[in-house]
């Protein structure tokens, strides 16, 4: 199993942009679909993205037209790119391989975004 390690996260203002990086331990090329999930204080886990080997997109309403994820296969990397950031995308950030909206890997530490009002 791979291993994936989340960074980028912090502190940002209302409006401001962050972009989270996924970082796999070894090839991502084989895992057909990865995806980024969130869990804000008190409550469940989302999925709020996730990208195929393909580079289809899907993404949660409530982040449609703010987030973009993109896969760089050569760097072993997913991204988050997280744009118009409100406070109620405050979360710990987590990244995994996903069949549907499972999650298929141990979960990594996760990555905090805190957005201020």
């Known amino acids: 199993q791979v291993q994936l390690v989340e960074s980028g996260g912090g502190l940002v203002q209302a409006g401001g942009s962050l972009r989270l990086s996924c970082a796999a331990s070894?090839?991502?090329?084989?895992?057909?679909?990865l995806g980024w999930y969130r869990q804000a204080p008190g409550k469940q886990r989302e999925l709020v993205a996730s990208?195929?080997?393909?580079?289809?997109?899907v993404y949660a309403d409530s982040v449609k037209g703010r987030f973009t994820i993109s896969r760089d296969n050569a760097k072993n990397t997913v991204y988050l790119q997280m744009n118009s950031l409100k406070p109620e995308d405050t979360a710990d950030y987590y990244c995994?391989?996903?069949?549907?909206?499972?999650?298929?890997?141990?979960w990594g530490q996760g990555t905090l975004v805190t957005v201020s009002s």
């Open positions: 995994n391989a996903v069949l549907g909206v499972v999650p298929l890997y141990n």
């Open positions: 070894g090839s991502i090329v084989s895992i057909n679909a």
């Open positions: 990208i195929t080997s393909g580079s289809s997109t």
